[in-house]
């Protein structure tokens, strides 16, 4: 079982610049695949960025450049970047888990945490 929860949101101006971050509980978190999405109002859950447990990391071709993930295994966090906001970057964002290689796939994920906000003002 993994435990996930995400920090880190809040509302910025469009241009700035936020870091969300994933706590996640259990002793196997180093072999875990790790993704964000979103959802803006009214759409579906997006991927963002994944990283496997490797290190290999993965964009959605739209944020490449400037949202970023990275993994801290001694610290069982991931983090997301993301600079150069822009209002259509409001959403909830959302940490998933599961084994070995991230996916863009939103159902591939077995475990999710509860999303925090991200409001980008114009």
């Known amino acids: 079982q993994v435990r996930l929860v995400e920090s880190g949101g809040g509302l910025v101006q469009a241009g700035g610049s936020l870091r969300l971050s994933c706590a996640a509980s259990?002793?196997?978190?180093?072999?875990?695949?790790m993704g964000w999405f979103r959802r803006a109002p009214g759409k579906e859950r997006d991927f963002v960025a994944g990283?496997?447990?490797?290190?290999?990391?993965y964009y959605a071709d739209s944020l490449k450049g400037r949202f970023t993930i990275s993994r801290n295994n001694a610290k069982n966090t991931i983090f997301l970047q993301m600079n150069s906001l822009k209002p259509e970057d409001t959403a909830v964002y959302y940490c998933?888990?599961?084994?070995?290689?991230?996916?863009?796939?939103?159902?591939?994920?077995?475990?999710w945490g509860q999303g925090t906000q991200v409001t980008v003002s114009s």
């Open positions: 998933a888990a599961r084994r070995y290689t991230a996916t863009q796939t939103p159902s591939e994920y077995e475990y």
């Open positions: 259990g002793r196997t978190f180093s072999s875990y695949a």
């Open positions: 990283i496997s447990w490797g290190g290999n990391t």
